[in-house]
């Protein structure tokens, strides 16, 4: 979300939208070094957001709770992938798929939906393409289940 000729509250929104998409990579991501990576750049980002909203007196994700729960909310409802922020479509191209591997990452414990119901069990491999995750139950029985209708557990 670029910056140019935003009012400083568009400027403050976008900055707490990319710092929940940060925190999330940030825990969701496999490999240390790119959880280290979105974990520096969600700093940078809440710092701009605090200067902000103490310069303004502006409530933000880190002074009003109803706030970083309804960004939460409009970012990852629960189903599915998050509602993650990128560049451009150039940087949506090489980014999702890292986003969704990482999400769904094999042995991650999910929650899912099929026409049995509810169920849980963990992920065994991730189709970016077809946009479904393998899942084997904790009863031992395979699944092929879309984004949609499997739930991982963040907060």
Not at 34 to 50: D, L, M, N, P, S
Not at 74 to 88: C, D, E, T
């Amino acid at each position: 979300m670029g910056s140019r000729k935003l009012s400083l509250q568009e400027l403050l929104k976008n900055l707490q939208y990319e710092y929940i998409c940060c925190e999330i990579r940030s825990k969701t991501y496999v490999h240390a070094k790119h959880r280290a990576y979105w974990e520096k750049v969600g700093e940078y980002k809440k710092e701009k957001i605090i200067n902000i909203s103490e310069k303004q007196n502006i409530a933000s994700i880190f002074t009003d709770i109803s706030i970083e729960n309804a960004f939460k909310k409009m970012i990852y409802s629960g189903y599915g992938l998050p509602a993650f922020v990128y560049k451009n479509e150039q940087d949506r191209e090489v980014q999702e798929k890292w986003d969704i591997l990482n999400f769904f990452y094999r042995g991650t414990r999910v929650e899912f939906f099929d026409n049995e119901g509810y169920n849980k069990g963990k992920a065994i491999f991730t189709n970016p393409e077809k946009r479904i995750v393998e899942i084997k139950d904790d009863s031992g029985i395979k699944h092929s289940i879309t984004f949609d209708s499997i739930k991982r557990l963040l907060w």
